[in-house]
T-cell receptor, first 113, second 113 residues
Framework: NAGVTQTPKFQVLKTGQSMTLQCAQD?????MSWYRQDPGMGLRLIHY???????DQGEVPNGYNVSRSTTEDFPLRLLSAAPSQTSVYFC????????????FGPGTRLTVL | GENVEQHPSTLSVQEGDSAVIKCTYS??????FPWYKQELGKGPQLIID?????GEKKDQRIAVTLNKTAKHFSLHITETQPEDSAVYFC????????????FGAGTILRVKS
């Protein structure tokens, strides 16, 4: 099993550009989530999904969109990148909703100029 | 929604000493409390977790205690080793405000040899 994979590992964008961060898992987990990590602020939840076709907002959803068409994939879209979105982004998945271990991907380091 | 506070933000201990990290949560309906360890350049990894029907859990040198009345839980690491140096995150999960896993801001643990 590959676990949770994220692409790309690094990305530099200009303000106003759009892009999609990819996340895939091969553990058949229903629960998937996106976090951003900023210095001194821990991991903040952006969006999460409890199954295909079901998504909901986390603590910091503004500027980000998600969709969940399959169990395996949970892409995160930045519609118009802003410097405030410079961060490290982690995708995670887990079984049994959020009540069990979450497996994190290796992260995507995004810089918005 | 849920709010998790974590202290201290940094902790330095001598090899062989114990380390304690404390977290408080706001939502009395939260019932799952995991601890994650993040090494440099990697995604967080679960090290131990506790559910609300248990007051204490131990796994070798690591233990977690939960006080539901006071709404706080703590991570205890005994006989610390240099490889324990990392960032540690606590988290709380409950369904009263949606199925959200909310993290604390993290503690940087340095074990000096």
């Amino acid at each position: 099993n590959a676990g949770v994979t994220q692409t790309p590992k690094f990305q530099v964008l200009k303000t106003g550009q759009s892009m999609t961060l990819q996340c895939a898992q091969d553990m058949n987990h229903e629960y998937m989530s996106w976090y951003r990590q900023d210095p001194g602020m821990g991991l903040r939840l952006i969006h999460y999904s409890v199954g295909a076709g079901i998504t909901d907002q986390g603590e910091v959803p503004n500027g980000y969109n998600v969709s969940r068409s399959t169990t395996e994939d949970f892409p995160l879209r930045l519609l118009s990148a802003a410097p405030s979105q410079t961060s490290v982004y982690f995708c995670a998945s887990g079984g049994g909703g959020g009540y069990n271990e979450q497996f994190f991907g290796p992260g995507t380091r995004l810089t918005v100029l | 929604g849920e709010n998790v506070e974590q202290h201290p933000s940094t902790l330095s201990v001598q090899e062989g000493d114990s380390a304690v990290i404390k977290c408080t949560y706001s939502d009395s309906a939260s019932n799952y409390f995991p601890w994650y360890k993040q090494e440099l350049g990697k995604g967080p990894q679960l090290i131990i977790d506790i559910r609300s029907n248990v007051g204490e859990k131990k796994d070798q040198r690591i233990a977690v205690t939960l006080n539901k009345t006071a709404k706080h839980f703590s991570l205890h690491i005994t006989e610390t080793q240099p490889e324990d140096s990392a960032v540690y995150f606590c988290a709380a999960f409950g369904s009263s405000y949606g199925n959200k896993l909310v993290f604390g801001a993290g503690t940087i643990l340095r074990v000096k040899s």
